[in-house]
C-alpha cells in the first residue's frame, strides 16, 4: 500500500506562528493545479506500483480549491495510479470555508474525512494568531459538515499560546470535546523563526508560557481526552477507537508516499526528496518535464534511526522483530541495551516484542528517543 500527499501552496492570509510553504496570491491557482496533474503523471512510477489506498489533501488551504481543480487532480490520478478501494481521502480545511455548497461538492469528489483547522475556541486566541474565523464558525463548521454526511471529522487545536491560562485551554478542550468528533490533534505552539509571532516575541512583545505551564497544559490535554473516551494513539494525536488517521499512520509506520506539489516531501523507503519550496521554481521544473526537488539516500542508519524516531511516537511502538528483520542482531541489541535504563525507571515498556512509552515517558519522549539512536 501506499499514499498520496497533494501540496496546496495558497492561502488568503498568513497565519501568525505558520511557516509551512503557502502563497496568498491565488492568481496562479489554474497554472498550479494544471501542474500538479503534470506532476502526479511524471512522478506516477515513483511508487513502483503499490496501491494507492490513502490520499491527503494538505496546505496552505485546500479548501481554497475549487470543482474544476479537484475534478482535474482526481482524474490524473485514476489514471495515473494503481490503487485499491481508498481507505481514506482527506482534505483540510478553514472553518470558514465549509459552507454546505462546499461540502456538498466534497462528496461529490468521494472525499470521506476532513480535518478543520480550529486552533482555538477563544476569540481573542483566534484573532491573536491570525486565524480568518471565529470559534462560532468553527462549531458551526463541524455541524455543516455533519449535516452533509461527513461525520469523519478531525479537529486542530493548539496550546502553549502566549498569554493562555491553564483555564482557557481547559475551556477549549471541554468544547472541543462537546464536539464528539472522532479525532483531535494538539500541537504546542512552536515560535518558528520569520514568524510573525517570532518577530513579537523577539521584540518582546509577546511571551511564552513557562516550561511548568506547558507540561500541565500536555498533562491536561492526555487527562481531559483520555477520560473522555479517546485514545492517546500519536504523541499529538487522539482518536475515538477505529478513528486514528490512516493516511498520517503510514508516515509513521514506514509505508512509501509520494508528495506533490511545491515544498512537498516524497518517501520510497530507500530515499527522501522534497521537492523546491518555490512556486516559480516547481513550475519550471514540471514545464521542463523534469521535476526539481532534493534527495537524501537512507542509509541503514539512517532508516534505523526513522523507525525508532517514528514508531516511539505512536502507541504501538517499536516492534524489536520488526528492528532485527530490518537491521539485523546488531540494532537490536543497541536498542534494548539502550532502553534498559528506561525500562528499569518505568519510562518505556515491553510488551511482547514491542518497545512502548509509558505514561511517564511521554513527557520525556525526546530524550528517550535521543537515547535509542545511532548518534555519528
Not at 218 to 237: C, K, P, V, W
Not at 303 to 324: D, F, K
Amino acid at each position: 500500500m501506499a499514499g498520496l500527499y497533494i501540496h496546496i501552496p495558497f492561502c488568503l492570509k498568513r497565519c501568525a506562528y505558520c511557516d509551512f510553504f503557502s502563497n496568498t496570491d491565488l492568481s496562479r491557482r489554474k497554472e498550479v493545479v494544471a501542474a500538479l496533474s503534470e506532476e502526479l503523471k511524471l512522478r506516477s512510477n515513483y511508487l513502483r506500483g503499490a496501491p494507492v489506498e490513502t490520499i491527503y489533501f494538505g496546505g496552505g488551504t485546500p479548501s481554497l480549491l475549487k470543482a474544476e481543480d479537484f475534478r482535474l487532480i482526481f482524474e490524473t490520478i485514476e489514471n495515473s495510479f494503481l490503487r485499491r478501494k481508498y481507505q481514506e481521502i482527506t482534505l483540510e480545511a478553514n472553518p470558514d470555508d465549509l459552507h454546505p455548497d462546499f461540502l456538498k461538492m466534497l462528496r461529490e469528489f468521494s472525499f470521506n474525512r476532513i480535518s478543520i483547522g480550529i486552533q482555538s475556541l477563544q476569540n481573542d486566541e483566534l484573532k491573536m494568531l491570525n486565524r480568518r474565523h471565529t470559534a462560532e464558525q468553527a462549531i458551526a463548521a463541524v455541524e455543516q459538515c455533519r449535516a452533509c454526511g461527513l461525520d469523519n471529522i478531525s479537529i486542530d487545536l493548539m496550546y502553549g499560546l502566549p498569554g493562555q491560562t491553564l483555564e482557557r485551554w481547559e475551556d477549549t478542550l471541554q468544547r472541543a470535546i462537546q464536539l464528539q468528533v472522532p479525532h483531535i490533534s494538539a500541537y504546542h505552539l512552536t515560535y518558528e523563526k520569520g514568524t510573525t509571532l517570532w518577530k513579537q516575541m523577539e521584540k518582546g512583545e509577546v511571551i511564552p508560557v513557562t516550561e511548568e505551564t506547558s507540561l500541565a497544559m500536555f498533562q491536561m490535554l492526555i487527562d481531559r481526552l483520555e477520560t473522555a473516551g479517546y485514545e492517546h494513539y500519536e504523541i499529538s494525536n487522539f482518536a475515538l477507537p477505529g478513528k486514528a488517521s490512516r493516511h498520517n499512520s503510514s508516515y509513521w509506520r514506514g509505508i512509501p508516499y509520494l508528495g506533490v506539489g511545491p515544498s512537498a516531501h516524497s518517501f520510497d523507503i530507500e530515499s527522501r526528496q522534497w521537492n523546491a519550496a518555490s512556486i516559480s521554481q516547481w513550475l519550471e521544473g514540471i514545464k521542463s518535464g523534469e521535476c526539481t526537488f532534493e534527495r537524501e539516500e537512507l542509509d541503514e542508519e539512517t532508516r534505523y534511526n526513522e523507525m525508532i524516531m517514528t514508531s516511539l511516537r505512536t502507541y504501538w511502538g517499536v516492534s524489536l522483530y520488526a528492528v532485527e528483520r530490518e537491521f539485523g542482531m546488531k540494532y537490536r541489541s543497541y536498542c534494548l541495551d539502550n532502553a534498559s535504563e528506561h525500562l528499569k525507571q518505568g519510562t518505556l515498556s515491553l510488551q511482547g516484542d514491542r518497545l512502548k512509552l509509558t505514561r511517564e515517558g511521554i513527557f520525556i519522549s525526546d530524550s528517550i528517543l535521543s537515547d535509542l539512536v545511532f548518534v555519528r
